[in-house]
């Protein structure tokens, strides 16, 4: 019972992060005076490359809590590339 309380919490902690870390995310978009945006890209490019490696770990424990906090990074970088048209 207690780990699916735990569970609940991150995912909603999970959710309300995410769309903070959007929020952060275009703000270094807008502030990112390359012609390319290519440290917004880089910074986008490298936490889609952390989630990927890093969920071939979080996939095998036994909790949830930690996929949903990878799924709700990488859900944010995409979210962000997709709204200033950026390709991953």
Known sequence: M????????????AEVGESKLIEVLQELHD?????????????LQGGLSF???ISKLTSKTKTKIDDALVSAIK???EVSAKNNNIDL
């Open 2 to 13: 207690a780990n699916f309380i735990l569970e609940l919490v991150a995912s909603s902690l």
């Open 31 to 43: 502030k990112d005076k390359t012609e390319d945006k290519s440290d917004y890209v880089s910074v």
């Open 51 to 53: 989630c990927t490696g």
């Open 75 to 77: 859900d944010a970088v």
